[in-house]
Structure formats: C-alpha cells, structure tokens
C-alpha cells in the first residue's frame, strides 16, 4: 500500500515542478524577458560600434589639424568666417521666399 501513495507523491511533486517551471519561464522574468535583454544588448552594441566610428572620424580629423596648418587655417577662417585682404566672400540664402 505504501508503494502507490509514495509514487503519486512523486508524481504530484514532479507534476508541481513541471506546472511551476512552466508559469516562470512564461513569467516577465523567462523567456519573454531573455529575449528583451538579448535585442537591448544587440541595440547597444550597435550604438556602441556607431560611436566608435564616430570617435575614430573626429581623431582622424584632429590629427590632420594638428599635421596640416593649410587646413587648420581653412577651419578658422571658416568657422569665423575671416577673409585675406583683397577677397571677397559671397554668403548665398538658401531660403526661397
């Protein structure tokens, strides 16, 4: 007699595990949320490798400013808008009325 309850005990015990395991993978914290943290860290590590790139175009561009006195010399007269004597600088409106 003892043989059958003892089984259906573990069968129930098993049964629980099973049902319980079910509900947490199906849970926010499972599955579903795995697979949430996968497609963030993936969308990181594509922001990651665009910042990289990004970092990698502005030491570039300072390293040829810092070799390159004709080309620093265009970025300053560009960004404050200077000119040599005798040029003249024409500034277009690109807006159209």
């Known amino acids: ?23 947490v993978l199906r849970g926010p914290n499972g599955i579903p949320g795995l697979r949430a943290r996968q497609q ?17 175009e502005k030491q570039e561009r300072i390293k040829r400013l810092q070799e390159n006195p004709s080309e620093q010399e265009f970025e300053i007269r560009q960004r404050l808008k200077l000119a040599r004597p005798g ?9 159209k009325q």
């Open 1 to 23: 007699m003892r043989t059958p309850a003892i089984k259906a005990i573990y069968a129930l015990i098993v049964l629980s595990g099973v049902i319980y395991a079910f509900i």
């Open 40 to 56: 963030l860290i993936q969308e990181y590590e594509l922001s990651n490798q665009k910042m990289q790139r990004e970092i990698e």
């Open 87 to 95: 040029e003249k600088i024409y500034i277009l409106d690109d807006k």
